[in-house]
């Protein structure tokens, strides 16, 4: 699956447009990790456990953005963005969303 942030492949052809496609995960910290950041952020720094948990929240969203691509028939997403949204104090919304494309490989 080709997944690009262009609106273009270059050396690809778009032969069909399957629609948009997202993936989603909701996750949280549990309350130890939540009092370490809170600690974290006083002194200042990278919050590491937060960064892991936002890492793996976006390869959770981007595998499942790909599968939904796979079930409408693509073998690509153009245009991809990530959106996050905080959702109460412990929980973190990560959606990755696209277009679906079936593509070609331009000869060279």
């Known amino acids: 699956m080709l997944i690009s942030t262009m ?15 997202f993936g989603l995960t909701v996750r949280s910290r549990h309350i130890g990790s939540q009092l370490g950041a809170a ?15 936002l890492e793996a929240s976006r390869w959770e969203a981007v595998d499942r953005l790909s599968r939904a691509a796979e079930a409408l028939g693509a073998n690509a997403v153009v245009a991809m963005r990530f959106d996050t ?12 969303y696209g277009t679906a494309c079936t593509v070609t490989e331009l000869d060279g």
């Open 39 to 53: 600690f974290k952020s006083l002194a200042g720094g990278e919050l590491r456990g937060m960064t892991k948990n």
């Open 85 to 96: 949204t905080e959702m109460g104090d412990t929980w973190s919304e990560v959606c990755a």
């Open 7 to 21: 609106n273009d492949l270059p050396g690809y052809r778009i032969d069909k447009v399957h629609g948009e496609v």
